[in-house]
């Protein structure tokens, strides 16, 4: 079982570069995040999705942006990176609005 | 505005002895409190949550919560702690915000549980 599948798990990025940090999941589930987690400051919610061809901002969207063109998917893309955006990322899913989310196993970014 | 606290950075345990991890909570509407634990380096994991129905909730891993409306709080516990206890716990809460649900995380406690 699979799960939520979250690559790279690692990646070191000079400013203004580029990149995406891909999302997959096999769990058919509906619903898909991404989040950063930076210490002592718990999980962010950057954007979500709800379905196929459907996302939207969440808390600290700046900087970041998404796309969900099948409902296995979900990248995340860093157009011009910052040092701002060192930190860990999640991507999860779950099957509706009122279950437990799956997450992959992050991929920590630094921005150098 | 809808709000999760973890008023603990860190809690220290000996191994056998009880444990709580506190979280209050601040939303409109019912709220869907999760629990989720974190090791290190991997992703969070779904411990307990509580939708509706008896306040005390039976999760993995020997670990319950208690929801309490009347003081907005849903403390994680468990009887004995365990060493492999130690992790970091993070309690959420689900509010329907906007047209959708929407997961706010606290900011975390990280559990030590001495031998």
């Known amino acids: 079982n699979a799960g939520v599948t979250q690559t790279p798990k690692f990646r070191i990025l000079k400013i203004g570069q580029s990149m995406t940090l891909q999302c997959a999941q096999d769990?058919?589930?509906?619903?898909m995040y991404w989040y950063r987690q930076d210490p002592g400051m718990g999980l962010k919610l950057i954007y979500y999705?709800?379905?196929?061809?459907?996302?939207d901002k969440g808390e600290v969207p700046n900087g970041y942006n998404v796309s969900r063109s099948t409902t296995e998917d979900f990248p995340l893309r860093l157009e011009l990176a910052a040092p701002s955006q060192t930190s860990v990322y999640f991507c999860?899913?779950?099957?509706?609005?009122?279950?437990?989310?799956?997450f992959g196993q992050g991929t920590r970014l630094t921005v150098v | 505005a809808q709000s999760v606290a973890q008023p603990e950075d860190q809690v220290n345990v000996a191994e056998g002895n009880p444990l709580t991890v506190k979280c209050t909570y601040s939303?409109?509407?019912?709220?869907?409190l999760f629990w989720y634990v974190q090791y290190p380096n991997r992703g969070l994991q779904f411990l307990l949550k509580?939708?509706?129905?008896?306040?005390l909730v039976k999760g993995s891993y020997g670990f319950e919560a208690e929801f309490n409306k009347s003081q907005t709080s849903f403390h994680l516990k468990k009887p004995s702690a365990l060493v492999s206890d130690s992790a970091l716990y993070f309690c959420?809460?689900?509010?329907?915000?906007?047209?959708?649900?929407?997961?706010?995380f606290g900011t975390g406690t990280r559990l030590k549980v001495l031998a």
């Open positions: 999705s709800v379905g196929a061809g459907i996302t």
């Open positions: 999860a899913s779950s099957p509706s609005g009122d279950t437990e989310a799956f």
């Open positions: 509580y939708i509706t129905g008896d306040n």
């Open positions: 939303v409109s509407g019912n709220p869907y």
């Open positions: 769990m058919n589930h509906n619903y």
């Open positions: 959420a809460v689900r509010p329907y915000l906007s047209g959708t649900y929407k997961y706010i």
